[in-house]
């Protein structure tokens, strides 16, 4: 799988470019990040729990949800500690899933089989 350009965005860690997106999934958002590189490999799921996709009708009511979203500076904090806990983004494979929790990246329970 690869993500798709429309949507996505580029950024840069340490001179590597890697392409990321975020989109919904069961009341979770969905972190996807792969190496921007002819050779990709895996891409990281991160999961990370937030209420904006699932109470929108709610607003302006909104004092008492986790409205958590992601920043580019969040997106190179789990890239970098991606690689740390075992991501290869140019060695094929089954994607890997993470959690980020009190902004700290934990391997997911939850791996593909």
Same mark, same amino acid.
């Given at each position: 799988?690869?993500?798709?350009?429309?949507?996505?965005?580029?950024?840069?860690?340490?001179?590597?470019?890697?392409?990321?997106?975020?989109?919904?999934?069961?009341?979770?958002?969905?972190?996807?990040?792969?190496?921007?590189?002819?050779?990709?490999?895996?891409?990281?799921?991160?999961?990370?729990?937030?209420?904006?996709?699932?109470?929108?009708?709610?607003?302006?009511?909104?004092?008492?949800?986790?409205?958590?979203?992601?920043?580019?500076?969040?997106?190179?904090?789990?890239? %970098?500690?991606?690689? &740390?806990?075992?991501?290869?983004? +140019?060695? =094929?494979? @089954? $994607?890997? %899933?993470?959690?980020? &929790?009190?902004?700290?990246?934990? +391997?997911? =329970?939850? @791996? $593909?089989?």
């Amino acid at each position: 799988m690869t993500l798709p350009k429309k949507k996505s965005r580029i950024l840069t860690v340490d001179n590597v470019q890697y392409r990321c997106v975020i989109g919904p999934n069961d009341g979770y958002n969905v972190f996807y990040a792969e190496i921007e590189d002819e050779n990709k490999g895996c891409i990281i799921e991160v999961y990370f729990d937030t209420e904006i996709n699932k109470f929108w009708t709610e607003f302006p009511y909104v004092s008492n949800l986790n409205l958590k979203i992601l920043k580019p500076k969040d997106f190179e904090i789990i890239i %970098r500690e991606a690689l &740390v806990n075992g991501w290869n983004p +140019k060695e =094929k494979g @089954q $994607n890997l %899933r993470f959690d980020f &929790v009190d902004n700290t990246l934990i +391997k997911s =329970k939850q @791996q $593909n089989k």
